[in-house]
């Protein structure tokens, strides 16, 4: 089996790598392939590679190209993990929407859009390559905005899957919590990637028992502090959100908050220069510590799990991915791209059926999915008018001044990466 990491540079890799080593006996990979145009960092990443595979006793072969087309021929599974414009664009995301008053984020908001804006047309060059490699590989999107990212692919019609960590942390949270495995909790998880509530926890699969009041009752507090939102909302709402929420139940806190602290991306960006620091070392044989406060936590797991079920039918028989809605939720079009447990396997994923969503719920999704509709086709066709209908209709921005005023900053920001501007 080959599998070809696209952005396989990136500080993430370990982890990854971390996971297809242990996992072995669930995905077996014989040819893993890093692809990534930056020679200095995939150097130390590969290497630090070779070095956890051979530490923990795996035979597969670990190859390192700058060479997209001869790193996707023939593989049976692409994973995308890139962000066009590095670091330094995601600081700029997380600037530029604040000196509006709207929120500062990489994969909602203004910001948001940014990096759909510069993400998708490379996507989607990548995703027509990787498909003369091999017309039947998969493709699994991590890249950020994962749901307009997974829409671009999907009607496209490339055989795409969009994966997150969300979903996966909050399980191995509850599980903790609950005494139990992650694998005996079933969440019944709803919305748009960043957008999603945790309706039901269910002990055993998608028939057992439903233990979210019993989640709530005994470590609401836990769990709110996780969400940094009040335990007296949750209460309330009888669901767990996920912490992105936070960006729409409390924007205004939000933007107060990031006004007065470093961004995110500086935060990264120097964990990322210390990180590559280790993975110089020809001592440094397994993930450092330090990579755990890089995010994706989980990410190697679900990855793998995905990785399984799609090319062999094994790992997990239900898990949360990006997909397309196919009716799952009546007040979506078909073609909208929805988060949701679903029955996972070589034909792809089937949704579960999920129960009728509250309107509190449902229609900030339909909210949502219109703005990805509009992200994608700005991102597509291009034009201000479109970056403009997009941001307007953003339930984080809404107001025209502030549409046009960011309209302005997002292509001044974004300028070089943008072919029509």
Known sequence: MKLTVVGGGSTYTPELIDGFARLRDTLPVAELVLVDPDAERLELVGGLARRIFARQG????IVTTADLDAGVEGADAVLLQLRVGGQAARQQDETWP???????????GAGGLAKALRTVPVVLD??????????????????????????????????????CNVAIGLQRKFADRLGVTPRDVHLAHVGLNHLTWETAVRLGGPEGENVLPKLLAEHGDAIADDLRLPRALLDRLGVVPSYYLRYFYAHDEV???????PSRAEEVARMERELLTMYGDPALDEKPALLAKRGGAYYSEAAVDLAAALLSGGGSPYQVVNTLNRGTLPFLADDAVIEVQAAVGPA???P???PEVDPLYAGLIVN???????????????GRDRVFRA???????????????LTDRLIAHNREHLAWA
């Open 58 to 61: 795996h035979g597969g072969k």
């Open 98 to 108: 604040l000196e509006c008053g709207c929120v500062g984020q990489e994969t909602t």
């Open 126 to 163: 990548i995703a027509e390559r990787v498909r003369r490699g091999n017309s039947r590989a998969w493709i699994i999107d991590f890249t950020n905005p994962v749901g307009v990212v997974t829409r671009a692919l999907l009607h496209a019609g490339h055989r795409a899957v969009g994966l």
């Open 255 to 261: 933007v107060r908050e990031l006004r007065t602290k």
């Open 348 to 350: 792809g994923p089937a």
């Open 352 to 354: 579960l059926p999920v």
């Open 368 to 382: 949502v999915t219109a703005y990805e509709e509009l992200a994608l086709q700005a991102a597509l066709r291009g």
């Open 391 to 405: 941001l307007l209709a953003h339930p984080l921005i809404g107001q025209y001044d502030y549409a046009e005023t």
